[in-house]
T-cell receptor, first 114, second 113 residues
Framework: EDKVVQSPLSLVVHEGDTVTLNCSYEVTNFRSLLWYKQEKKAPTFLFMLTSSGIEKKSGRLSSILDKKELFSILNITATQTGDSAIYLCAVEDGPGGGADGLTFGKGTHLIIQP | ETGVTQTPRHLVMGMTNKKSLKCEQHLGHNAMYWYKQSAKKPLELMFVYNFKEQTENNSVPSRFSPECPNSSHLFLHLHTLQPEDSALYLC????????????FGSGTRLTVV
């Protein structure tokens, strides 16, 4: 079964709207949750979250983690057409001390209409 | 440029061919990864190399054979692939236990005919 579940899978909004993307997870040894933006090929790093309740911000994007309820949200305010992309949520799961890789959700395909 | 370079960008190969994908990272990281991205499926972790040692193989068929000669280079050798192996193959690197995230290359779009 899926360990990382993103919703919605696709979303179409108008320029200027605010969107909230969701990511829930279920893993054994949670270490961190990461958000990536994928436009054409290479996923580009947005945020890495390890602690509950601490919001991370970068311009119009922000994200927060809830380790008790096992989810994270990614907010984008005042959306622009350049925000159109697939947003990927991934969880780093492992005992630590080594490389464990990431478990990804299916992504949210966001389309911003002019 | 992300600091992780993959070649070739596109590859078309027949089911009887042998080819290799190459990944090089210029970030001084000590771990490298291969991921497969198929349509409508999550990115799937294939192989993990930590300090040049393979530490994970996620039940990948033997027609995929990884090689990591040093901490900056990673290869994926392909032979007798199937059409369902057509996908985007992404390489990533990270610095273990620094908490700085993973950096991805632009991928190789592989088509098996």
């Amino acid at each position: 079964e899926d360990k990382v579940v993103q919703s919605p899978l696709s979303l179409v909004v108008h320029e200027g709207d605010t969107v909230t993307l969701n990511c829930s997870y279920e893993v054994t040894n949670f270490r961190s949750l990461l958000w990536y933006k994928q436009e054409k090929k290479a996923p580009t790093f947005l945020f890495m979250l390890t602690s509950s309740g601490i919001e991370k911000k970068s311009g119009r994007l922000s994200s927060i983690l809830d380790k008790k309820e096992l989810f994270s949200i990614l907010n984008i305010t005042a959306t622009q057409t350049g925000d159109s992309a697939i947003y990927l949520c991934a969880v780093e799961d492992g005992p630590g001390g080594g490389a464990d890789g990431l478990t990804f959700g299916k992504g949210t395909h966001l389309i911003i209409q002019p | 440029e992300t600091g992780v370079t993959q070649t070739p960008r596109h590859l078309v190969m027949g089911m009887t061919n042998k080819k290799s994908l190459k990944c090089e990272q210029h970030l001084g990281h000590n771990a490298m990864y291969w991921y497969k991205q198929s349509a409508k499926k999550p990115l799937e972790l294939m192989f993990v190399y930590n300090f040049k040692e393979q530490t994970e193989n996620n039940s990948v068929p033997s027609r995929f054979s990884p090689e990591c000669p040093n901490s900056s280079h990673l290869f994926l050798h392909l032979h007798t692939l199937q059409p369902e192996d057509s996908a985007l193959y992404l390489c990533a690197s990270s610095q273990v236990d620094r908490g700085l995230g993973y950096t991805f290359g632009s991928g190789t779009r592989l088509t098996v005919v």
